[in-house]
């Protein structure tokens, strides 16, 4: 399965936890298109960093708008309002850090 | 991803009241990528705190243009308002809140846009509103990222349904009320996507078609504009 790379900038009044942005995404994945729409989505945390609250996801090629969508819908982590603003898509990851 | 093209978003709702939160919020629209965006401010503004809110987002780099939203129940209502404000603000949308109303603010060409609160039942874009509509159909996105669920989501799906079969423009908006609820282009683009308007049509309705909005707002606030097709020209080369 061909993957994309997204890098996330994680918008937030508190810190957030990598556990709390999987569940969040998976959660806004499977509200809006289902357990098959996670499936074909299939996304994946690469890398996560809490300091500069950015992170890195890879999900399947042919459903980057699913994707961005999903991202677009998250509003909550935990008690606290946060918003996932995509800042890069790119093929590899190293791609992701070239500017 | 989608390059080189401007983006709007011609619906933000800035707090008038909280001036801490305008530049988070000018900080979040320069950061999402949009260029120009249409603030939303009460009618009774004082126009020195106007010119404070707009300065905070033009030393972020961000071109403001001033609208205001009218909701009116009754025909006469809106008419008046719409007499009373349509020169002095850039932008004019309408909350439609009943059918007449909707009507009414549809084939007003005064009317830029229009949009229906999605929590409402008893109003939506329907055929009869689509059909004699000059305005523009707005979707504010962060109704469904504020809340969502399949109601609002077919509520939509069904806005863009209507529009698409009438031919009817769909600007898309944030509508947000808060730096939170801001979404990048490309993030209103895939929900516009996923409502059922096609990748070209989604990107328009960011760029193309609020663009086309403003230049002709612009123009028709200017001093040599007459009416529509009619503008002064040999008098203005004159007096300049």
Avoid at chain 2, 32 to 49: K, M, N
Avoid at chain 2, 104 to 127: E, G, K, P, Q
Avoid at chain 2, 201 to 224: C, F, H, Q, W, Y
Wanted: charged fraction near 25%.
């Amino acid at each position: 399965m061909s993957r994309r790379y997204v890098q996330i900038k994680i918008c937030s009044h508190v810190t957030v936890t990598e556990e709390q942005v999987t569940q969040a995404l998976t959660g806004s994945i499977v509200r809006t298109f289902g357990e098959v729409g996670l499936s074909r989505i299939a996304p994946k945390l690469i890398h996560f960093d809490s300091r500069n609250s950015t992170a890195v996801l890879a999900f399947a090629k042919d459903h980057a708008v699913e994707m961005q969508a999903a991202l677009a819908f998250i509003r909550q982590m935990g008690e606290s309002e946060v918003l996932m603003m995509p800042l890069k898509t790119s093929g590899t990851i190293k791609g992701l850090s070239s500017s | 991803m989608i390059a080189l093209v401007e983006f709007l978003d011609l619906h933000v709702v800035p707090r008038v009241d909280d001036e801490s939160s305008w530049k988070l919020t000018a900080e979040m629209v320069a950061l999402s990528g949009f260029s120009l965006i249409g603030l939303t401010v009460p009618t009774g503004l004082l126009s020195s705190r106007l010119d404070a809110l707009r300065n905070c987002f033009q030393d972020s780099g961000i071109e403001v243009f001033v609208r205001v939203d009218l909701a009116c129940s009754k025909r006469d209502d809106l008419l008046k308002l719409l007499r009373r404000f349509r020169s002095t603000f850039d932008i004019i949308g309408v909350r439609c809140t009943n059918h007449n109303s909707a009507l009414v603010a549809a084939r007003d060409r005064r009317v830029d846009l229009i949009f229906f609160d999605s929590a409402a039942r008893h109003i939506w874009f329907d055929d009869s509103i689509a059909n004699v509509s000059n305005a523009k159909l707005e979707l504010n996105l962060s109704a469904l990222c504020e809340a969502p669920n399949h109601l609002i989501l077919s509520r939509f799906m069904k806005d863009v349904t209507v529009a698409r079969r009438h031919k009817v423009e769909v600007v898309l908006s944030s509508g947000a009320t808060s730096p939170l609820l801001l979404r990048t282009p490309n993030q209103m683009v895939a929900i516009a996507e996923i409502l059922g308007l096609n990748k070209q049509d989604a990107i328009d309705g960011l760029s193309a078609i609020p663009s086309s909005i403003l230049t002709s707002n612009v123009e028709r606030r200017s001093k040599n504009y007459v009416e529509e097709g009619v503008r002064i020209t040999a008098g203005a080369d004159q007096e300049a």
